[in-house]
């Protein structure tokens, strides 16, 4: 009947599956029938039946003895014995499986149902609580309000999954101690670290030997920069629980923190023993052998990482930064291309494919790139005299005067563009080539009198006018595009950017700010030594006209063109002749 019930839910026809079901429970019930049988109601949408069952669930008897019987007998030395031999047997792990099996098919009903007998979830999972309570499984009414609190935080309820847990403040030792995990990595998330190292030290207070509470504990210590005590944290609970992964992937962080790149890479190796398909895990990896400088073995596994994640940018462009490096442009440019389809929006992505057909001497195709690159970056000039200069190498001279009469009518004091014009315009035979001369005199002066006037401005916009990057945001996955993960396990949860520490940059970079403007002390600032401004006739003297030659040099932003190959034919010389001077005696004539 178990298996005709089964069938009939695969097929979708819930009613028949719940006369079969039903009839095993009237019969001989059992906590998997009773739980499909939760999943028929909740499929039609029965709330009443969902809770009756509910309820038929709690009171299956799984025909377990009293638990009092494996309790030790201080006087009794021969019970004692007897008590050694079967805690442990075959017919205790029966009856240890059938618990087990019990709580899972509770809590996951609990889960199910929750959100759909009441009008809220919460009221729904209170309902679950009580009936757990006033049933023999009362002690699974804790780790219900633990699920309820972890509910509440995949809905973002933060405030409310708080709530719930410091009710276990007072409670057992052992539900205390899973609250103060769960507590700590909350307030380590939301950067209350104070709060984070509290719980954490009660979580060790309730179980010192708990994994989880020592890695909140070394997260907190790692957040206030010392790294050794921390490493020590981490390393007792691999001492404790060599399989925790939180503990092991954060001593790496530790390690590389400090610099000690050899032994960062034995606990990621170790890691990845265990956790194979981690993408953090591999991109620690593929970093750290790349900060050893061992090429081939970065390459190697950054390609294991695109593997995994084929559509991370930050990846992609390192694998073509690491071909680049090494000479190859055609393997360098497919990666490049590629994090370009994924991130059209990366500046530095699309100012190497700019450079790269030009360099290949497919002009032509770089304007494309620049054209993108002057639309996310509009008010920088550069992108577009690339454009105008990339139309006039590739001969098309009037859409390169057209370029850059557009880039003088937004940039008006842009010098760099005025002797373009005046040079190109004049190449062309044009009247506007006195026009740009003149403006480009004025914008000259223009630009001298305000390096004399505010010096440190210029300065700073040099400065400024060669960073033109980009910003991305989320791969996480760290450095690479870290992708950020949550994992919960055993009451601690741990997070690329929170609980374990799984972040490279715990320590966040200060912000920068302040006045880009310089406050003029006097009504004038001048240069001692005559290099100052020139002083201004007096009033009474000749107007004495000054003339000034207009520098129209330029340099093409793109460099030099390369020279075209010369394949006229060319006059030769005539050869004179070799044997002119040559006499040649009778031996050699002929006979």
Not at 20 to 32: A, G
Not at 81 to 90: C, F, G, M, Q, R
Not at 487 to 511: C, K, M, P, V
């Amino acid at each position: 009947m178990q298996n005709i019930g089964t069938v009939f839910i695969k097929m979708g026809q819930y009613s028949d599956a719940i006369t079969s079901l039903e009839h095993i429970m009237s019969e001989r019930p059992d906590p998997k029938t009773a739980f499909n049988l939760i999943l028929c109601y909740f499929a039609t949408g029965d709330r009443d039946k969902m809770k009756r069952t509910f309820q038929r669930l709690l009171q299956v008897d799984l025909k377990i003895d009293d638990e009092d019987k494996y309790l030790p007998h201080p006087d009794d030395k021969h019970a004692n014995l007897i008590l050694e031999v079967i805690k442990n047997d075959t017919l205790r792990e029966k009856e240890k499986q059938k618990k087990a099996e019990l709580e899972r098919c509770v809590m996951a009903a609990a889960k199910l149902i929750a959100p759909s007998i009441e009008a809220t979830f919460s009221a729904g999972y209170d309902w679950c609580v009580d009936c757990v309570k006033q049933s023999p499984f009362t002690e699974m009414s804790n780790d219900l309000e633990i699920n309820k609190a972890i509910m509440y935080l995949k809905q973002k309820e933060f405030q409310m999954a708080v709530d719930v847990l410091k009710s276990f403040e007072k409670k057992d030792t052992k539900c205390a101690a899973v609250a103060a995990n769960n507590l700590s990595f909350l307030y380590f998330l939301q950067g209350d670290h104070r709060q984070a190292d509290k719980y954490a030290e009660l979580a060790m207070v309730s179980d010192r030997y708990n994994p989880s509470a020592l890695v909140n504990k070394g997260n907190c210590i790692y957040k206030d920069g010392k790294f050794e005590k921390a490493m020590e944290y981490y390393r007792e609970a691999l001492r404790t629980e060599s399989s925790c992964t939180e503990a092991l992937y954060n001593l790496g962080l530790v390690n590389k923190r400090l610099g000690q790149n050899e032994s960062a890479l034995d606990c990621f190796h170790k890691l990845h023993a265990i956790l194979r398909n981690s993408a953090e895990v591999i991109y620690q990896i593929a970093t750290l052998y790349d900060l050893l400088d061992d090429v081939p073995q970065a390459t190697e596994w950054y390609m294991q990482l695109i593997g995994i994640v084929p559509s991370d940018p930050a990846i992609l462009a390192k694998l073509g930064e690491l071909y680049d490096n090494e000479g190859d442009k055609s393997q360098a440019y497919q990666y490049h291309y590629e994090s370009y389809r994924y991130f059209p929006s990366n500046i530095s992505i699309i100012e190497w494919l700019g450079a790269y057909f030009i360099d290949s001497q497919f002009v032509e195709k770089a304007i494309q790139f620049f054209e993108r690159a002057a639309v996310i970056q509009p008010n920088q000039v550069k992108w577009r005299l690339m454009i105008a200069s990339c139309h006039r190498r590739s001969g098309n001279y009037q859409q390169a005067l057209e370029t850059y009469k557009s880039i003088h009518k937004k940039f008006p004091d842009n010098t760099e563009c005025l002797k373009f014009l005046v040079r190109i315009t004049t190449d062309l035979g044009l009247k506007e080539a006195q026009d740009y001369a003149t403006k480009l005199k004025k914008a000259e002066k223009a630009k001298e009198l305000r390096e004399q006037l505010h010096p440190e401005d210029i300065e700073r916009e040099r400065a400024s006018s060669g960073r033109a990057g980009s910003g991305r945001a989320g791969s996480g996955r760290a450095g690479s595009g870290q992708a950020g993960s949550g994992r919960s396990r055993g009451g601690s949860a741990e997070s690329d950017g929170g609980g374990s520490a799984r972040s490279e940059d715990l320590d966040g970079d200060s912000g920068r700010g302040g006045s880009a403007g310089s406050s003029r002390q006097n009504s004038a600032r001048r240069t001692k030594g005559g290099s100052g401004m020139r002083s201004l006739p007096s009033a009474d003297g000749p107007y004495e006209s000054e003339e000034r030659t207009v520098d129209a040099s330029y340099v093409d932003p793109l460099g030099p063109s390369m020279e075209r190959p010369k394949t006229a034919a060319r006059k030769r010389d005539t050869a004179e002749d070799g044997f002119a001077e040559i006499e040649l005696g009778d031996d050699l004539l002929p006979e």
